[in-house]
């Protein structure tokens, strides 16, 4: 008998193998099942899982990623409930595994995401589609890893937040992709998202580049200026925020997207 495991080591038992019907609570985990073939046994995902888009008009949405309607959820009598460690919070794990088993992901690095594709692969019964997405995220990265090989590393503010502005912070999946793509995160020392002043950003790094990211705050022009009165010589760059946080299936798009923002610099 197989045993499942989520990504904190959480053992997990559905009453059915594979299981038939799913909700997904974490946007980019919901991309990945489609991508595993896995359209029909979702039945439930949140008011962020935009992709696939024709999702938001045949699935039951459940409410968002902190805030979820239990009864709602309960009344699709899942076989199991995905949650991500950092976007879901614990008190509402704690109340979904009264309705149903819930897998945890745990995303920090790249390996992270391989092992989650690996462990989805395991669970629902589609290890061929799982190995194609692994297979073409190496693949991919191992292009990009010599495409950058010879780049400069660049000093770097990622922007999440406004109002308090925030950034991503070290142990992050974020950081991490900052990483391979040759930008020293300025505020890697930091946890997490951390809240910083504008005004004191050149003596905490006084970065090269500053990122401003799609979501989940739509930065603007005038948050670039307002930025930018503050940074000594840095460039704003405006960046598509899936491809910087989004893991699973999206990671083999991303290295293009990261090999064209390169070349833009």
Not at 94 to 114: G, K
Not at 117 to 128: D, E, M, N, P, S
Not at 155 to 178: C, E, Q, R, S
Request: aromatic share 10%; hydrophobic share 40%; glycine share 6%.
């Amino acid at each position: 008998m197989e045993v499942f495991k989520d990504q904190l080591g959480n053992i997990l038992q559905p009453e059915r193998i594979p299981p038939v019907r799913i909700v997904s609570l974490v946007p980019s985990q919901t991309e990945l099942l489609y991508d595993l073939g896995l359209e029909e046994q979702v039945v439930g995902i949140t008011k962020f899982c935009v992709h696939p888009y024709h999702f938001k008009a045949v699935k039951t949405v459940v409410g968002g990623t902190k805030k979820v309607h239990f009864d709602r959820i309960r009344e699709l009598s899942p076989d199991i409930i995905l949650c991500n460690k950092e976007e879901n919070t614990r008190e509402m794990v704690a109340e979904l595994n009264r309705i149903a088993p819930v897998h945890v992901s745990d995303i920090r690095t790249i390996d992270d995401t391989l092992e989650l594709v690996k462990q989805y692969g395991q669970l629902f019964a589609c290890r061929t589609e799982a190995s194609r997405i692994t297979g073409k995220i190496n693949n991919r990265l191992r292009d990009f890893r010599a495409f950058i090989r010879d780049k400069p590393v660049l000093k770097a503010a990622y922007f999440i937040w406004k109002d308090p502005w925030m950034v991503a912070g070290g142990n992050t999946f974020i950081d991490h992709l900052l990483t391979l793509n040759h930008f020293r995160n300025i505020y890697g020392d930091r946890e997490r998202y951390p809240e910083i002043e504008l005004k004191k950003i050149r003596m905490e790094g006084d970065p090269e580049i500053v990122l401003l990211s799609s979501e989940p705050y739509p930065f603007k022009e005038e948050h670039a200026f307002e930025i930018g009165r503050f940074t000594h010589h840095a460039k704003t760059v405006f960046v598509d925020g899936e491809m910087f946080s989004w893991y699973g299936s999206r990671l083999a798009r991303a290295f293009d997207y990261f090999r064209q923002l390169r070349e833009r610099l």
